[in-house]
């Protein structure tokens, strides 16, 4: 779109269905090259992705032109038959359905690129679950947990919402 200008940064979080811990080291760098390239060719920018065995966090360059659920559903599907054909895994690989999207400033972007690449790190001492409902509860969005991700074996839900990023 002509003289159309905007600064949209988003990250995305999803996680692999029954949050199996499926996403190995040794395949890790490949899918999230696929990943990256799912989100080049639809013209969008990747500027970080990383994440734990089971879930992703992808930070997004976003063009005002894309629906942001249309990116994630290329994504999710492209990179599921990427696995599969890959023979990653036993059995069918899926994502979980639905996704966390959060947004943030020009500003922000060192805090939040370097928090999704010590995704590892993170998760040594945080489970997924206390993680996502930190971001759900720092952006003030309103949920049900009967509608949030399929959580399993993980702590009780965060009191706090200490060591997720900030909302802008």
């Not at 811990?21 to 992705?49: D, H, R, S």
């Amino acid at each position: 779109m002509a003289n159309t200008y905007s600064q949209i940064y988003l990250q995305v979080v999803f996680a692999v269905q029954g949050r199996q811990c499926l996403i190995q080291p040794a395949f890790k760098e490949e899918l999230y090259k696929y990943m990256t390239g799912i989100v080049t060719n639809q013209e969008q920018k990747m500027l970080q992705i990383n994440g734990a065995a089971d879930h992703v966090h992808l930070l997004i360059g976003l063009k005002p032109s894309m629906a942001l659920s249309d990116l994630v559903r290329d994504i999710k599907a492209g990179s599921s038959k990427f696995i599969n054909e890959q023979g990653w895994i036993r059995g069918k690989f899926h994502w979980q359905e639905g996704f966390g999207a959060f947004s943030y400033g020009h500003s922000q972007l060192d805090t939040i690129i370097r928090y999704i690449q010590n995704q590892e790190i993170h998760h040594q001492q945080k489970s997924f679950k206390h993680e996502y409902l930190g971001l759900l509860r720092n952006f003030d969005i309103a949920f049900e947990d009967k509608y949030v991700f399929d959580f399993i074996d993980d702590d009780a839900p965060p009191t706090s919402s200490q060591d997720v990023p900030p909302a802008p």
